[in-house]
């Protein structure tokens, strides 16, 4: 009860603090000539009753999470600069071994130039956190994604070119040194406005993944896809993606990935307090597993927001996801090809008391179930935000 107590003080003395923030009328941002920056701050309070994702003995733990961050939008003549810098400074009650101060960093640079546009962007982020669902240990570590794309547009013909470059690097177990790797991401699109509000699309990509310590693990991938961009009905909005990835790896003992791969996103709205978001995917992931080089994911995730009126939101969320291995290993007496089955329900409120400040409580209960049960847990999560944008 004093750690709930603590808790309750905490996030009522910061939420009263915004609340009666004597520069609140500052909520439109501030204008320098054309540039507007806008900071902002979050509250977060989570309640984890399975803080290392054990599938026994759990440790549970209140954990806060202050966001101080500065965004900027700068319009210069016909180009477009966006920036966003943010902090995460993640404090746990009991488990301190976990606290952390996490950095994010991101820009788009868009300069159209006659027919053509140009969109440069960048993002960083130095965090310690899970890489993935598949991993249950945090992890400390700097990924970089950063690249360009020239997008040309003719009547109802459409060309882009892209390229993208994305850097991990580990920084605090030396087990995990031998998972740093660079890609590289070479990409064509062609699209066609076949009707009114919706392009028809063919898209070839190429991708290089390259290791800094060993060859081993080392792929070339080439990506074949089709799909369609836009208004499917009038009241769904998508984009789908499909096709085929072939995944060859360096060392010819290797299982490779050829197989089929699908990406989509759908929003469909019922009416305007009502809509439903979903998306679909099937593709491949590096993995940090024993033996296998990569796991194919299969993943659906679901949310289904609701208006009760114009300052709150109810909403539900949910997720399943198969994570499939394609070689065996042992664990304890056991061998096989590890599989994992994870599941993912929520609900929660987001109640928009300003134009500038809002609060949001989440609700989650996640389970994972492999076929190995030592990677086995069950997770219930409960997050109360406050975030204020000025």
Known sequence: MKKVYQIFCFITFLSISLLFNPFSYAAQGIRIGNAEISPYAEIKVQYDDNVFLSSSDEKDDFIYTLTPGIGVDWPFRDNSLKLDYHVNINRFLDNTSQDAVDHFASGTLDVPWRDVKFTFYDDFRRVFERPS???????????????????????????QLGYENFIRNYRSIPAYDAYDRNDSLYSLMLTHQTFAKTKLLIEYDFGQIRYDQSTRSDSDYHQFLV????????????????????????????????????????????????????SFERTAYESTY????????????????HFFNTKLLGFLT?????????????????TKKREDKYYSLGAGFKYYMKTWLSFKLHAEHITRDSNFGVYDYNENLVTLTARAEF
Request: hydrophobic content about 30%.
């Open 133 to 159: 669902t598949e991993d249950s240990d945090r992890v400390k570590r700097d990924d970089n994604r950063a690249g360009v794309t020239v997008a040309l547009e003719r009547e109802r013909l459409g060309v």
């Open 227 to 278: 799909g369609a961009i836009g208004e499917l009905t009038p009241k769904t909005t998508a984009t789908i993606k499909t096709g085929y990835q072939i995944r060859d790896y360096e060392d010819g003992d290797q299982p490779d990935f050829d197989t089929g791969v699908l990406y989509a996103d759908a929003v469909h709205r019922f009416s305007q307090k009502n809509a439903l978001k979903i």
């Open 290 to 305: 024993g033996v296998n080089n990569f796991y194919r994911a299969e993943n659906v995730t679901a949310t289904f927001d």
């Open 318 to 334: 949910g997720e399943y996801r198969i994570n499939s291995y394609p070689r065996e290993t042992t664990e304890g007496s056991e």
